[in-house]
């Protein structure tokens, strides 16, 4: 029973352009969602997160959204770089519980 | 700045086999976790250590023990390999349960 959905298996975008990777969660008790970035023979490492009390959440070049009515969570990049080819990996958890993984979106940025 | 620290980095056992996949941390970190990551299923919790002389189950438990040595170290054991358990093992850590967590680099382990 997978809780946090990554639907998108891959992602192409160009380079400049906006890269909008989706996550959806089906447990309405989840209050901290996470965004991870790994590259091949790395461990994920942290890019941005955010709690349930807000809806948005920014880090430079990336900015994360919560919609908790739809139990949506996506990460919006801009502008992509094609060193931003990644898998994304979203995670959620409550409160002080371990973290639960999505299955990962490819992000691919081409010059 | 090492961060966190798995050995080793590959491994090849053969089905029956035992091992023990070390990690370290030197961040001072309370929680410390177990992930393998397999094709198509993300990363699945086997156990988590929220401190110091603690352990739970997590996702997919069967088939691993695990030790909480210390603060810094927490290792992940495999009794008897099986073919199911070849994946990269990821080790994390973190201050805290719900808080961002640091991983290390992984372990590939491939059971025939």
């Known amino acids: 029973d997978q809780q946090v959905k990554q639907n998108s298996p891959s992602l192409s975008v160009q380079e400049g352009r906006i890269s909008i990777l989706n996550c959806d969660y089906t447990?309405?008790?989840?209050?901290?969602f996470l965004w991870y970035k790994k590259y091949p023979a790395e461990g994920p490492t942290f890019l941005i997160s955010?709690?349930?009390?807000?809806d948005k959440n920014e880090d430079g070049r990336f900015t994360v959204f919560l919609n908790k009515s739809a139990k949506h969570l996506s990460l919006h990049i801009v502008p992509s770089q094609p060193g931003d080819s990644a898998v994304y990996f979203c995670a959620a958890s409550v409160g002080f519980q371990k973290l639960v993984f999505g299955t990962g979106t490819r992000l691919l940025v081409s010059p | 700045n090492a961060g966190v620290t798995q050995t080793p980095k590959f491994q090849v056992l053969k089905t029956g086999q035992s091992m023990t996949l070390q990690c370290a941390q030197d961040m001072n970190h309370n929680s410390m976790y177990w992930y393998r990551q397999d094709p198509g299923m993300g990363l699945r919790l086997i156990y988590y250590s929220a401190s110091e002389g603690t352990t739970d189950k997590g996702e997919v438990p069967n088939g691993y023990n695990v030790s909480r040595l210390n603060k810094r170290e927490f290792s992940l054991r495999l009794e008897s390999a099986a073919p199911s358990q070849t994946s990269v093992y990821f080790c994390?850590?973190?201050?805290?349960?719900?808080?961002?967590?640091?991983f290390g680099q992984g372990t590939r382990l491939t059971v025939v």
């Open positions: 994390a850590s973190s201050t805290g349960l719900n808080t961002e967590a640091f």
């Open positions: 447990n309405s008790m989840f209050d901290y």
């Open positions: 955010i709690s349930s009390i807000k």
